[in-house]
C-alpha cells in the first residue's frame, strides 16, 4: 500500500524557516521522482520542486534561492528546506510521487504552511 506523509508544516513570521518532511513507503522510492507541489487558497495546485530519481532538481521561479528539495533514497524521505518566507508561500504542501513510464502519480494528504505575522 503506497503512502505519502507529510509533516513540518505550521505557522512561521514573514522571513523564518521550515523543514518539510515526506515518509514515503510501498513503492520502491529510489526509482520515483519526488517533488513539492502548493495550493493557496483558492488557487491551483503548482509544482514548488522536483527532484529526479537521478537528483536532478528544478525548482519554479518563486522559490528559487529560497526553498531547497532534498531526499535520502536510505530513509525514503524527501524534504523541502524552506527559508526567508513570504505571506505569498501560505499554502497546503503536497507531497508527491512519480514515475513517468508506468504513468504512477502518488499523492500525500497535505500540510498546511501559513506565512503570517
Known amino acids: 500500500q503506497v503512502q505519502l506523509a507529510e509533516s513540518g508544516g505550521g505557522l512561521v513570521q514573514p522571513g523564518g524557516s521550515l523543514r518539510l518532511s515526506c515518509a514515503a513507503s510501498?513503492?520502491?522510492?529510489?526509482?520515483?521522482?519526488m517533488s513539492w507541489y502548493r495550493q493557496p487558497p483558492g488557487e491551483e495546485r503548482e509544482q514548488v520542486a522536483r527532484?529526479?530519481?537521478?537528483?536532478?532538481?528544478i525548482y519554479a521561479d518563486s522559490v528559487k534561492g529560497r526553498f531547497t528539495i532534498f531526499r535520502d533514497n536510505a530513509k525514503n524521505t524527501v524534504s523541502l528546506q524552506m527559508n526567508s518566507l513570504k505571506a505569498d508561500d501560505t499554502a497546503v504542501y503536497y507531497c508527491?510521487?512519480?514515475?513517468?513510464?508506468?504513468?504512477?502519480?502518488?499523492w500525500g494528504p497535505g500540510t498546511q504552511v501559513t506565512v503570517s505575522s
Open positions: 527532484i529526479g530519481a537521478g537528483g536532478d532538481i
Open positions: 508527491n510521487a512519480q514515475r513517468r513510464v508506468t504513468q504512477e502519480n502518488f
Open positions: 510501498g513503492f520502491v522510492f529510489r526509482i520515483y521522482a
